[in-house]
């Protein structure tokens, strides 16, 4: 989708809205969400949807009397309004919880093209501040965004909202160039395959997020494991051993994170050079959440099936 502000190649700014899939009913309520954006031509509002589009098409070119046709048209004309979408996600609970703005920062059709003057340096940070992505995988624009360039964190913090992850859009325009980046410029999500990695991206972009060849290959020193010891748990037996001699790289702390992912595949190498003493039983008694908790740390076994609020009785090895 594009702003209906044009850069200073008299390009609109171009701006992605990336939506998590894992809501069934995802299609149907990011369509209700564009249908609270309009675009005025003439004297007539039209609503982003097909219907109004295709009635664009034809109002702005009387030539387009094929519904593809017009669609086509439509949808080139239509530009959004930036403070309108603003509104309108604020107004959104679901929005707010399922999709993430991602806005270009080229000089062509991104925020950098928007003239250096002071009469739009408030238009450029506003439309910086309202994304939580910049699509771009200059290096230089990396490093400012993760607070590395002219500004740091905090003044970051009070001018655009935060540090923000840059990532290489894959959308090429022709069949050469798909997976293919210019300059090899390659982008890397730290995370699995799921929408959950691009929303930690945003909350960590340095470490999270990373444009080159190949990807880090090395935590901080400060994030690796450098050995563990378990205590206070009857149903294993106690043990310290030197994280080199049994967690491989591919187990290290960098894979751990805050969707518990990493934490699930340490607990089952823990469990498989830890022996327990005796089959451990969940009771009843415990509650829910708790029973929850203990079943990702052993790493869920039995049918490996998540625990839920309906968790019973279960006996692990």
Not at 36 to 64: H, M, P, Q, S
Not at 132 to 148: A, L, N, V
Not at 236 to 259: G, Q
């Amino acid at each position: 989708m594009r702003f209906g502000i044009a850069t200073s190649r008299n390009s609109p700014i171009n701006f992605h809205l990336l939506v998590c899939p894992d809501d069934p009913n995802h299609v149907d309520e990011i369509r209700r969400f564009l249908l609270g954006l309009t675009f005025v031509y003439g004297r007539n509002a039209y609503r982003c949807e097909r219907t109004d589009l295709i009635r664009l098409g034809r109002a702005y070119d009387k030539a387009a009397t094929e519904d593809h046709v017009a669609l086509r048209v439509g949808t080139n004309q239509f530009k959004v309004n930036h403070d309108q979408l603003r509104e309108q996600f604020a107004q959104s609970a679901w929005a707010q919880a399922n999709v993430l703005i991602a806005v270009a920062g080229g000089s062509r059709d991104g925020t950098s093209g928007v003239r250096e003057d002071a009469s739009f340096s408030a238009v450029r940070q506003g439309l910086e501040r309202g994304a939580h992505i910049i699509f771009s995988s200059q290096p230089k624009k990396r490093e400012f965004w993760i607070g590395k360039g002219a500004l740091g964190p905090d003044e970051l913090a009070a001018t655009y909202g935060g540090r923000k992850p840059c990532l290489h859009g894959s959308d090429a325009h022709d069949l050469a160039t798909v997976g293919s980046p210019a300059e090899r410029r390659y982008c890397w999500i730290k995370g699995d395959l799921r929408f959950e990695s691009l929303r930690q991206a945003c909350l960590e972009p340095e470490s999270r997020a990373f444009i080159g060849i190949e990807p880090p290959r090395q935590a901080m020193p400060s994030q690796v494991i450098s050995n563990l010891t378990v205590t206070g748990a009857p149903w294993l037996e106690s043990f310290h051993r030197p994280s080199e001699s049994w967690l491989d790289r591919d187990y290290r702390c960098s894979r751990f994170r805050e969707d518990s992912s990493g934490r699930s595949d340490c607990g089952r190498r823990v469990r498989t050079v830890g022996a327990p003493k005796r089959p451990f039983v969940y009771q009843k008694s415990v509650e829910p959440d708790r029973r929850c908790k203990i079943h990702a740390h052993l790493g869920g076994r039995a049918d490996n099936r998540k625990c839920d609020q309906r968790c019973q009785s279960r006996q692990y090895f």
